[in-house]
């Protein structure tokens, strides 16, 4: 049961992440001011789901890593905490700025700055958990090939 909670959380993490910066891309790219003032907002709110989601991913995770000497279990607890201290340190203040900056219609060069560090920190973000459901997937691999 824990495994699929694991499981889910951390898709849904990725998911929401991946939702994130194609919204800001796009509303960049195509959209109005308006439109990206919706967007960091709706990224902002998002926010709720999102750090609940990855909290509960790396949680479980450690609970169920504990004790385990494989090296995806290493890779994926390393990753994990770029993901989180990147979350917490970049991208969560990012969105809390963006969102107050877009919502003042404050489109200046602080705001394409910071707007450039998120995509990144976001960028990096999908990476980090696309590499973790790629290990996680060898690993119950593993673990059902001894079961047998």
């Known amino acids: 049961m824990l495994t699929k909670l694991h499981a889910a959380a951390g898709i849904l993490g990725l998911m929401i992440i991946a939702g994130f910066w194609s919204a800001t891309a796009l509303s960049e790219l195509i959209g109005t001011p308006a439109q990206i003032t919706t967007v960091k907002t709706a990224i902002l ?6 750090v609940p989601a990855l909290a509960t991913a790396g949680i479980i995770g450690a609970r169920l890593g504990r004790g385990m000497k494989l090296p995806q279990v290493t890779a994926k607890t390393s990753r994990t905490r770029i993901i989180a201290a990147n979350g917490l340190l ?3 203040p990012s969105a809390a ?3 107050l900056r877009a919502q003042a219609a404050l489109f200046d060069t602080a705001f394409y700055a910071v707007q450039g560090l998120e995509l990144l920190a976001g960028a990096a973000n999908i990476t980090l958990l696309s590499l ?3 290990d996680g997937l060898r690993i119950r691999a593993r673990m059902r090939a001894a079961r047998r």
């Open 97 to 99: 700025f963006l969102a």
């Open 132 to 134: 973790n459901l790629r």
């Open 90 to 92: 970049v991208l969560l």
């Open 45 to 50: 709110y998002g926010m709720v789901l999102l």
